[in-house]
């Protein structure tokens, strides 16, 4: 009788303050506030996955695509234009973090994106107490997520769906819970508009031996808009965030690209029934791009436990542009535009543009091959911010992101061999 009268408060004790740490983590809410506390399961997948989404906070519509938003919006990594894999770290605590990876691979020519990835909530020596006050065991607990999504994207329309599914698992003291849950998003984009519509990890239950708890599932609508300028590129969204545990809020965040290396960000984040007086919590980072990485970090106070800082690194590889601008401007193309070079089409058996001479054939080093207008000049507005000299020419219904043109092969390969120096990855065409 003695053992179950001091194991159950040592349970009990463990259990709620691994849910406080989970809850209030980010964003920031008063559980004494708050009905519905304790109700839900899971509670540790509303965290941000990911420094850039970390600092903004949340808003996926202030953010370039990357791996990280495969955790968030589904339909977001359809614009990923390279596979990257995705690493992250977040700490509170100094026995608390959350770590996350996650890899996205296009298939460019279904215009499908497949993205795995996975997270863990880890709360290390927790103490447990009996009646008297007295430490009888120190445990550790973890939240578990592995996450699915395959999105498609209509270059022409300018829209992505997708959808995402999520196993969970969770050690508590004792007992241990899993289930799963669904995402659905949608993403549109036209000239520099961009919005976001996503309902995230709903419909599931985690089961504790017989007792199922429902994940709090959200569900957000999102603007943004790409301010462009000479002296860098400023991203900013707004976001609505509802869920079924009353902490609906409104998120607004800001990435300013004020160097072809450098991203500043920066966010708030209010719950809508929150008093005037209320704290308005935040969240700040930098991001670092060089090729085909990138490092990022971000910082975001707390409340009741100590600041959370985030790193995350990444990398890109194959094909495409070293970063995809999907946001970025466009303009109509004329004749005069720079990035307008359209070539004619010599068909088989027609006659050549220039009478009595067969077309040389030359080697050009190309960025990727798209069927829509906009997105090409999109690219090349990438490629410029990198100071790679990108035109667009145009054959036909397609668009292509020249980088070079050269009459022999070897003076291709040798200036593709300095690109790839510098992080590129491109590919040289004979035609």
Same mark, same amino acid.
């Given at each position: 009788?003695?053992?179950?009268?001091?194991?159950?408060?040592?349970?009990?004790?463990?259990?709620? #303050?691994?849910?406080?740490?989970?809850?209030?983590?980010?964003?920031?809410?008063?559980?004494?506030?708050?009905?519905?506390?304790?109700?839900?399961?899971?509670?540790?997948?509303?965290?941000?996955?990911?420094?850039?989404?970390?600092?903004?906070?949340?808003?996926?519509?202030?953010?370039?695509?990357?791996?990280?938003?495969?955790?968030?919006?589904?339909?977001?990594?359809?614009?990923?234009?390279?596979?990257?894999?995705?690493?992250?770290?977040?700490?509170?605590?100094?026995?608390?973090?959350?770590?996350?990876?996650?890899?996205?691979?296009?298939?460019?020519?279904?215009?499908?994106?497949?993205?795995?990835?996975?997270?863990?909530?880890?709360?290390?020596?927790?103490?447990?107490?009996?009646?008297?006050?007295?430490?009888?065991?120190?445990?550790?607990?973890?939240?578990?997520?592995?996450?699915?999504?395959?999105?498609?994207?209509?270059?022409?329309?300018?829209?992505?769906? &997708?959808?995402?599914?999520? %196993?969970?698992?969770?050690?508590?003291?004792?007992?241990?819970?899993?289930?799963?849950?669904?995402?659905?998003?949608?993403?549109?984009?036209?000239?520099?508009?961009?919005?976001?519509?996503?309902?995230?990890?709903?419909?599931?239950?985690?089961?504790?031996?017989?007792?199922?708890?429902?994940?709090?599932?959200?569900?957000?609508? &999102?603007?943004? %808009?790409?301010?462009?300028?000479?002296?860098?590129?400023?991203?900013?969204?707004?976001?609505?965030?509802?869920?079924?545990?009353?902490?609906?809020?409104? +998120?607004?965040?800001?990435?300013?690209?004020?160097?072809?290396?450098?991203?500043?960000?920066?966010?708030?984040?209010?719950?809508?029934?929150?008093?005037?007086?209320?704290?308005?919590?935040?969240?700040?980072?930098?991001?670092?791009?060089?090729?085909?990485?990138? #490092?990022?970090?971000?910082?975001?106070?707390?409340?009741?436990?100590?600041?959370?800082?985030?790193?995350?690194?990444?990398?890109?590889?194959?094909? &495409?542009?070293?970063?995809?601008?999907?946001?970025?401007?466009?303009?109509?193309?004329?004749?005069?535009?720079?990035?307008?070079?359209?070539?004619?089409?010599?068909?088989?058996?027609?006659?050549?543009?220039?009478?009595?001479?067969?077309?040389?054939?030359?080697?050009?080093?190309?960025?990727?091959?798209?069927?829509?207008?906009?997105?090409?000049?999109?690219?090349?507005?990438?490629?410029?911010?990198?100071?790679?000299?990108?035109?667009?020419?145009?054959?036909?219904?397609?668009?292509?992101?020249?980088?070079?043109?050269?009459?022999?092969?070897?003076?291709?390969?040798?200036?593709?061999?300095?690109?790839?120096? +510098?992080?590129?990855?491109?590919?040289?065409?004979?035609?």
């Amino acid at each position: 009788m003695m053992r179950r009268k001091q194991g159950a408060p040592k349970r009990r004790l463990a259990a709620i #303050l691994f849910l406080l740490l989970s809850c209030q983590l980010f964003p920031t809410t008063t559980l004494a506030g708050d009905e519905t506390a304790g109700t839900f399961g899971a509670s540790y997948l509303r965290i941000p996955v990911g420094a850039a989404l970390m600092s903004v906070p949340d808003v996926v519509a202030a953010m370039d695509p990357d791996g990280s938003l495969a955790f968030s919006n589904p339909a977001s990594i359809a614009w990923v234009s390279q596979s990257c894999v995705f690493f992250s770290r977040a700490t509170w605590l100094d026995e608390l973090s959350l770590n996350a990876a996650g890899a996205v691979v296009p298939f460019p020519k279904y215009d499908l994106a497949l993205s795995l990835g996975s997270r863990i909530l880890y709360a290390g020596q927790l103490k447990g107490f009996d009646n008297d006050g007295e430490v009888v065991s120190e445990d550790s607990y973890y939240g578990l997520a592995l996450s699915s999504a395959l999105s498609k994207k209509f270059q022409r329309l300018g829209l992505s769906v &997708g959808v995402g599914a999520t %196993y969970m698992r969770e050690h508590l003291p004792v007992e241990v819970g899993d289930g799963v849950t669904m995402s659905f998003g949608a993403s549109y984009e036209r000239n520099n508009h961009h919005i976001d519509i996503f309902a995230e990890d709903v419909g599931g239950d985690i089961s504790f031996e017989g007792h199922d708890y429902p994940v709090d599932g959200r569900y957000a609508l &999102g603007y943004g %808009y790409a301010f462009n300028r000479r002296s860098g590129r400023l991203d900013v969204g707004t976001q609505a965030m509802f869920s079924h545990s009353k902490l609906n809020r409104v +998120q607004l965040g800001a990435a300013y690209h004020f160097h072809r290396f450098f991203i500043f960000r920066g966010g708030f984040d209010r719950p809508f029934d929150a008093p005037e007086t209320a704290q308005l919590p935040f969240g700040a980072g930098l991001g670092f791009r060089y090729g085909t990485m990138m #490092l990022d970090y971000a910082f975001a106070p707390q409340e009741y436990f100590a600041s959370t800082h985030t790193f995350s690194v990444g990398f890109s590889f194959g094909a &495409g542009a070293a970063r995809s601008a999907v946001m970025a401007p466009v303009l109509e193309p004329t004749a005069s535009s720079p990035e307008f070079n359209p070539r004619p089409v010599v068909k088989s058996g027609s006659s050549s543009p220039n009478p009595g001479r067969e077309p040389k054939t030359n080697y050009a080093i190309v960025a990727g091959v798209h069927s829509r207008a906009e997105s090409a000049r999109a690219e090349v507005r990438a490629l410029r911010l990198l100071k790679v000299p990108a035109t667009m020419e145009t054959v036909g219904n397609r668009f292509t992101v020249v980088i070079g043109r050269y009459k022999t092969l070897e003076a291709a390969n040798s200036a593709l061999e300095g690109y790839e120096k +510098q992080g590129h990855r491109f590919q040289v065409e004979a035609n």
